[in-house]
């Protein structure tokens, strides 16, 4: 096992100060041992220990010469994988499947990532780690370093984290730093205190956390038994996702375990698409920008891994595309009314796939999974909001606004009457 740099080619034997000398990042290279997809099956059935996970169960694509006892794990993983008949209907996508890493310890894919990063922390005895967040990194990161008694420092763009995920963090006890600037202030600062102060990075920046998240892809392909969608539709922020999971893809591909690649397609916010923008344009470097948009886990101007993503999108054939907050957040109103849910940023992906498939990218018969990144209950203040039509970049065309009554039955089944256009015995005879 060793490390390669993506945009010099140049090996190294170890993570120190987390990028190459020329600036670029690193990947992991493995030597894979001998494995079959029998074993993942078999593995399915342990109820406990490290191979109960949805990412150490596929332990020998991922690190496979970590020792148990250095593994930090929930168990994380093991996510559903949901149809739904309103998210076909709205997508124009028939065959569409949701892929929901909200359900995941602290409510986002970002455990996948972190169990692994923390467990190689562990191993190579790191004393205090750090994060940039826009908030679930730093949930995630604070409760894998109580688990494994690590001091935990995060730093977060102030004022720009939902109540949610800083609850989290500050209630996982790790130390909360705001800093006075974007996500991408505050990752730069992490980048130096990685080579000035010793902190053990745990951002997607940390090719381990790449790793865990590759877990997203193996498991919903042994979901399907091994049989690849068309497409998979995946928000994009530091681009740590769309680069996971393209060397997923990669790595399957070469080891023979599939035969299809399916097309990978990264969906960014209007306000925060430097990659798109990249992808559109004729530059040869992408160009970093100042971000805004409602979904704050994508709200990122200068993305970490965006080389490892070009390569992603260029080994899949795939897409990226851009969506906008009204188009986000009537998205997210689709998968919540449901009865899925998820948080802001992980609606990019439904929207990101109906508007692929009114571009005719998507096939209406095309087997789709859109990846949910995170949970509802992650950013209550801006569901909320949507729905007292309160935001004001927004248009809420999908809310569902509460109503005020006086305490009595009288007044209730006049207002039920209003709301119905029906009286309350025709509802209540029924019955
Ligand atoms: C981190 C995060 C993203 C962005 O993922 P990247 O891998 O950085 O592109 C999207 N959605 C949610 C909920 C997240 O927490
Ligand atoms: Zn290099």
């Not at 992808?279 to 970490?304: C, F, Q, Y």
């Amino acid at each position: 096992m060793k490390y390669r740099c993506v945009r010099c080619g140049k090996s190294a034997s170890t993570l120190n100060g987390f990028t190459c000398g020329c600036g670029g990042t690193l990947e992991v290279v493995h030597a894979f041992p001998e494995v079959s997809l029998d074993v993942f099956g078999q593995r399915l059935s342990h109820i406990d220990g490290p191979f109960s996970s949805g990412v150490w169960r596929y332990k020998e694509l991922i690190h496979p010469r970590i020792g148990t006892d250095s593994i930090v794990t929930r168990p994380e993983g093991n996510t559903n994988l949901y149809r739904r008949g309103a998210v076909s209907s709205y997508t124009g996508v028939e065959r569409l499947q949701l892929k929901h890493e909200g359900e995941n310890p602290t409510g986002s894919f970002k455990d996948r990532g972190m169990t692994v990063a923390v467990s190689e922390a562990v191993r190579s005895g790191a004393n205090i780690v750090a994060c940039a967040s826009t908030g679930n990194t730093s949930a995630s990161m604070a409760a894998y370093a109580a688990q494994a008694g690590l001091k935990a420092v995060v730093f977060i763009p102030e004022g720009e984290i939902s109540y949610g995920k800083l609850a989290q963090a500050l209630a996982y006890g790790a130390q909360v730093i705001q800093v006075r600037g974007n996500f991408d202030d505050a990752m730069r600062v992490v980048k130096e205190g990685g080579s000035e102060l010793g902190f053990y990075i745990l951002n997607s920046l940390n090719p381990w956390r790449v790793e865990g998240q590759k877990s997203i892809v193996f498991e919903m392909l042994q979901q399907r038994r091994w049989q690849p969608p068309d497409w998979i539709v995946v928000p994009a922020g530091n681009l740590g996702n769309t680069a996971a999971f393209g060397k997923a893809l990669r790595e399957l591909k070469e080891l023979g375990l599939i035969d299809k690649v399916p097309r990978l397609a990264s969906i960014q916010a209007e306000g925060a698409n430097p990659f798109y923008r990249f992808w559109r344009g004729k530059h040869n470097r992408l160009e970093p920008m100042k971000p805004d948009t409602i979904a704050s886990a994508i709200k990122i101007g200068n993305p970490v891994s965006w080389v490892k993503a070009l390569d992603s999108i260029r080994m899949t054939d795939g897409a990226v595309e851009q969506v906008s907050d009204t188009e986000i957040m009537e998205a997210k109103a689709i998968v919540d009314s449901s009865g899925v849910g998820c948080e802001p940023a992980s609606a990019a992906s439904v929207a990101g796939a109906r508007k692929l498939r009114e571009m005719s990218d998507i096939a209406p018969d095309e087997e789709v999974v859109c990846v949910l990144t995170g949970n509802l209950l992650k950013d209550p203040e801006n569901t909320v909001k949507y729905h007292l039509g309160e935001l004001q970049t927004v248009d809420a065309r999908r809310m569902n606004k509460p109503v005020q009554v006086e305490p009595d039955i009288g007044s209730i089944e006049q207002l039920l009457k209003q709301l119905n256009g029906q009286p309350m015995e025709a509802a209540v005879s029924g019955h």
